[in-house]
Structures are given as structure tokens and as C-alpha cells.
């Protein structure tokens, strides 16, 4: 990241898709799966474990469970790429739990040098020219793209700008890798291809024999994720 970008709040999430039972989620059991250390444990807050839904957070990791999805995520960035090695762990130790799907979610607020600045990055990346004579005083609310996996997985890559919500002054971006764990072989040449795969493309059923794939995903593609959310977000503070 650019030495002068400020960034004042910085996250990533694991999301996994999948068959959970919430129940067998807690701190004690990530203590157990050696996928957190005794002072994690001790540090733990528990806010809710039933069978349909578990939340609970161990210093620096946060974790929910519902039915269908596990969600890991930190706000430290120093311990980003443990929430990566949980995500593994917590595969390896559920052998048989069918998934469907992964993601890597970046999500970040920097503050922009100036109003102008502010400004200039919404214009940029949607120009007003098409809405001033339709609109009074546009303002860019949202920017959402989706682009093609640059890797042999099927999946997409979204971005999400926008004026942060949550402190005045900063923009919002959110990264966002998702993966169906499933391995392609032929990419799309076009947008208009591409748009036609995406569209067909029906969500894949949980299976376990995915959990092999999740676990590849996350081992060898995660460099370059948190690379490329980097290069996104230095090009969008680059706008002037």
C-alpha cells in the first residue's frame, strides 16, 4: 500500500459455503483444533451458540456460523493471513462437511486527501456528463464491477466503491474473490462471453470432495488476492 494512503479501517473475511452445524463451533473446539492459543481462549466472548447459529470472537478472529455458511474475519491486519490458516484448519478437522463455494473478502476505508479528491474519484470512476442534464448535484453512491478470474478457478472478481458510511471523508472499497471450486479450462474471450458464462453459471452443489479444492484455493491463491485488492486500492487513491 502507498505510504501515503491512510487507512483507517482495514478487514478480510473467509466465507465458506457450505453444510454447517453450528453447534460444534466455539472457542473452546478451535482450542482444541490447535487453531487458536490458550491466551485466545482466554481472551474469548461468546455471544451465542445454538445448532442453527453460533458467534463468537477470540481477540484477534471472529467467527459465525449459520446452516449454510462460515464466515472467519479480522480487523487486524497483522493477522490476516491466520485467519487464512483457521480456514484451513477448520476444513481439515470437518473432513466430511460438504461445501459449494469460498471467499476471499477485502474490505478497507481510506481517507482521501481532499474534497476534491473525494469528489474526483466518484467522477472518475462514473462520469456525470450522461446524468447532469438528468439529475440535480449527481453524486456517485456506488460502483460495483465484476471481472474474470485471472486463475484457472471458476469464480469472479468484485469491486465495490463508494463513499464510506462510516466516517466522513473516506471511501469505501471492497475486494472481493469468490470461487466456486471448480477448475476451468477454457476462459472467456469477451465481455459478452463472459457476461453469458456468469449468467449461466448455476451455483454448484456442496459436496465434500470440494473441501480439497477450498483448502488448494486458499493455500497457493492467497498472495495474490490481498495483491491485487492492494493494486485496487492504490489505483482508486491514485485519482486525482
Known sequence: MAANTVIAIDGISVVVRGHFNAAIFSPLWMLQQNLIGPNDFASAEIEVITSEFASFSTGWLNCQVVPDTLQLNTSEGA????????????????????????????????QANSKEQYHAIGDRLLPKDFWEPLLDLPLTRNVTLWGQRPDSYGGRVQVQVEPSMRIPGHVYVSHSDHFNLQVIEERATSRDEAWSMESANAPSEPSAAKIRVAQEILSTVW???????????EAIARIQ
Open 79 to 110: 493477522e490476516f493471513e491466520r485467519v487464512r490458516d483457521a480456514a484451513i484448519g477448520i476444513l481439515s478437522a470437518l473432513p466430511h462437511t460438504p461445501v459449494a463455494a469460498v471467499g476471499i473478502n477485502r474490505s478497507l476505508h481510506f
Open 223 to 233: 498472495a495474490s488476492c490481498i495483491k491485487r485488492s492492494n493494486e485496487v486500492v
